[in-house]
């Protein structure tokens, strides 16, 4: 499985947008970037996915690069509730297997 | 939808004990997956099963864990004998694999196992 690197943590402050980076320099041509967030003593939830275009969803936004080498995760107004962990994870949708290889990942804090 | 259950939410046990923890996925996913996440592994996958049939058992750590999945409706993740290394929280997440290409995970709450 390709290798994502991601900051170990960032901050935000209430209201402003917060733009997440991943770093997927070995990325596939059939690698999608999915986005997973783990709020505290929760499961990890679904954030968003991409293959080659920007995708919009009501939870965020992902702008992926042009040789698909990075991308960033986009939150247009973070609240509190945002602050969790944000991984970054490749997976090749068209191949044999669907299972999710997660890393480390971004802590996000939010401040009020 | 109730979304995944998993149940207990939380297990105390003494080491050399059997632990079982149960995952009931989401009506209509085809994909389970069990994982386990410690403060020094991370979020690390176990098993998953497509249909019902273990697809890739090479994330279990060793002979003590064993997972089943009899129906579509329920799995197992079974360790026998426990041991203090296993303290850990268990999540199940389950998916519907179709014609789209990609297919969402959705995680239950978790099982917090702390063995003694």
């Known amino acids: 499985d390709a290798k994502t690197t991601q900051p170990n943590s960032m901050e935000s402050n209430e209201e402003e947008p917060v733009h997440l980076p991943c770093n997927h320099s070995?990325?596939?041509?059939?690698?999608?970037i999915h986005w997973y967030r783990q709020l505290p003593s929760q499961g990890p939830e679904y954030v968003i996915h991409?293959?080659?275009s920007n995708v919009n969803n009501r939870m965020a936004s992902l702008a992926i690069a042009e040789d698909r080498k990075s991308s960033t995760l986009i939150l247009h107004r973070a609240t509190l509730r945002d602050a969790a962990v944000y991984y970054c994870?490749?997976?090749?949708?068209?191949?044999?297997?669907?299972?999710?290889?997660f890393g480390t990942g971004t802590l996000l804090a939010v401040q009020p | 939808d109730a979304g995944v259950i998993q149940s207990p939410r939380h297990e105390v046990t003494e080491m050399g004990q059997e632990v079982t923890l149960r995952c009931k996925p989401i009506?209509?996913?085809?994909?389970l997956f069990w994982y386990r996440q410690t403060m020094m592994r991370g979020l690390e996958l176990l098993i998953y099963?497509?249909?019902?049939?273990?697809?890739?058992d090479s994330g279990m750590p060793e002979d003590r864990f064993s997972a089943k999945m009899p129906n579509a409706s329920f799995s197992t993740l079974k360790i026998q004998p426990s041991e203090p290394r296993d303290s850990a929280v268990y999540f199940c997440?389950?998916?519907?694999?179709?014609?789209?290409?990609?297919?969402?995970?959705?995680f239950g709450p978790g099982t917090r196992l702390t063995v003694l």
């Open positions: 994870i490749l997976r090749d949708d068209g191949g044999a297997t669907n299972k999710l290889i």
């Open positions: 099963f497509n249909n019902n049939v273990p697809i890739d």
């Open positions: 009506s209509g996913h085809n994909s």
């Open positions: 997440a389950s998916s519907f694999r179709g014609r789209a290409v990609s297919d969402t995970q959705y």
């Open positions: 070995t990325i596939s041509g059939t690698d999608y």
């Open positions: 991409g293959l080659t």
